[in-house]
Structure formats: C-alpha cells, structure tokens
C-alpha cells in the first residue's frame, strides 16, 4: 500500500511538472547574448529558437529559416529597431516584440578619431547594451516581465529562473571586477567601439583611439604620424578588435602593438543560458591576457 502511494505522488510530481512548467509559445531571440538571457529566463519551461546570425548583427541577412521562424514565432526579444532592423516586418498580429534597449539607458556612440570619412553619429546611440551585467539584469526582468504577463501559468518559474540568472551574473561580475581591478589605468586602442558598456561597468578606462576597419584607406599620413607618436607617448600596446577581418595592421602603428579579438556576440561560443556568462568572461580573459603581456 505505501509503496502504491508513492508511486501515485510520484506521477502527480511528474504530471504537475509536465503541465505547469511547459510551454507552447515560440519564441525567438536574435543574437547569441539575447538568446542567452532568454533561455535562463525560459529554463525548463520551453527553448527559445536563435537566429542563424553571421558573424556581425551588423551586416544580418535573413535566412528563409531565419524569416520562417520570425513569422511563426508568438514574441520575439531583440536588442533595438536600429541594431536589428528587420525585425519590425514581422509585427503581425498577436506577436510581441520586445526591444530590449527600452529597458535600459543608453549611452550616446562615440567618434571615431581619426578617420576624415566618418559621418556625423550626434544623435546615434551604442546598442551594445548586453556587455553591462548591470544592463543585462535588466533585461532579463524585462523578459521574465513580459513572458509572465503572456504565459501566465508559469509567471512563478519565469520569474525564479530570472533570480537565479540575475545571481549568476552577479557573482561572475564579481569575479570579473577582481580580476580587471589592477589594469583600471591601462591605455589601449579599439578597432570597433562596441566596449563602452563593458569598460563603464568595470571600470576600465576609455580608450585611447577609436579606428574603425575602413581608417586604413582613409587615414592620412598626418594622422598616422599622429596615432604613432599618442602610442609611443602613452606606452599603448594593445589593440583591441571584434574581428579577425580587420584591415588595421598593428604593425604598421607600433612595433610592440599587438591585436587582440573581443568577441561581442561569442560567434564561438556555444548557444545557451550559459552562453552570456561565459561571453562577458571571455572579454574580460583577453583585455587582461593582453594588458599582462604589455606590461
């Protein structure tokens, strides 16, 4: 007889969990890191699709899968209607679109320094907004927020996945800050301003020079004279890029310098709720592996 009676609440668990924490929404997430919250926020109740995304949000070009999936799709998650533009042709229906630039503050784009062909970016925004922990907390609220109010018989696990997530974020910041905490005033160059989230959170100072991929063919030799001498001066010999197509060779600015990639999406790094944690870490290993060996 006990051994019936376990039995029964045993299946009753299991039907409980089985009904109360699944979910028939789709849901689609448009690059690595959004995904990534996304699925911490939807852990065990159902998997977010993620775009097949290039290696830049920038340049994205549609797959039919890609379209299929955001046509079928109940809410979609994605960082900003400047960043992401295609996402607005899918706003059909009962579909939710939620632009998760509104849940946090942004911060205005920064000039380029020396390219003579660089347009004005006054009224341009940085959408790299996920390279803050702090922002990221936010949109994971921002998630939990919305899938709650959508699927309302989960809103309890949506939202304890989302204080599990928000601690583990937590904790690798944490680990982050101690680790970065000795190169605070180290100068260094990037190729591709999609680090000011990062650098304000962590304390990292500005960089010396913002280039930009096409700054080769348009610098002239005043500014590369110029560029030199800041490096030489500022004892710079890290040069921080987001791709291994960049046209800039260190070389040619100093014979120390060197160029490091930070990867603002984890074009390598595995899909999943994991996968933001280990992106943010990722960047924080090579600024610090970078600033060791210029040292």
Not at 102 to 128: M, T
Not at 148 to 172: C, G, H, L, T, V
Not at 183 to 200: M, N, P, R
Not at 207 to 218: K, N, Q
Request: aromatic content about 8%.
């Amino acid at each position: 007889m006990r051994h019936l009676l376990a039995s029964f609440l045993s299946l009753l668990f299991t039907l409980y969990h089985s009904t109360a924490f699944s979910s028939n929404l789709k849901i689609v997430a448009t690059i690595k890191p959004v995904h990534s919250l996304v699925a911490s926020v939807t852990d065990g109740i159902s998997k977010p699709l993620l775009l097949a995304c290039t290696a830049s949000v920038h340049d994205h070009a549609l797959k039919p899968s890609d379209a299929s999936n955001l046509e079928s799709s109940d809410v979609i998650f994605y960082v900003d209607d400047n960043l992401e533009t295609f996402v607005k042709t899918f706003a059909r229906g009962n579909k939710k679109l939620v632009q998760l630039s509104k849940a946090v503050n942004l911060l205005p784009a920064r000039p380029h320094s020396f390219s003579r062909h660089i347009i004005h970016i006054q009224d341009e925004k940085d959408l790299h907004i996920w390279l803050s922990p702090e922002n990221a907390k936010n949109m994971i609220l921002s998630i939990s927020t919305t899938l709650s109010r959508i699927d309302k018989e989960n809103s309890y696990k949506y939202n304890q996945n989302a204080m599990r997530a928000i601690k583990k974020i937590d904790q690798e910041a944490e680990k982050i800050t101690r680790e970065l905490n000795g190169f605070k005033s180290k100068k260094y160059i990037v190729t591709h301003d999609a680090y000011q989230y990062f650098e304000k959170y962590f304390g990292l100072s500005h960089p010396s020079a913002i280039l930009s991929i096409e700054e080769d063919a348009y610098m002239g030799m005043r500014s590369l004279m110029k560029l030199r001498k800041m490096m030489k001066e500022e004892n710079i010999k890290c040069i921080f890029s987001s791709s291994q197509e960049d046209s800039i060779k260190p070389k040619s600015l100093s014979n120390d310098a060197k160029m490091v990639i930070l990867d603002p999406i984890g074009s390598d790094i595995e899909p999943g709720k994991e996968a933001y944690l280990a992106i943010i870490n990722d960047i924080a290993q090579n600024f610090k592996s970078c600033f060791i060996g210029s040292q």
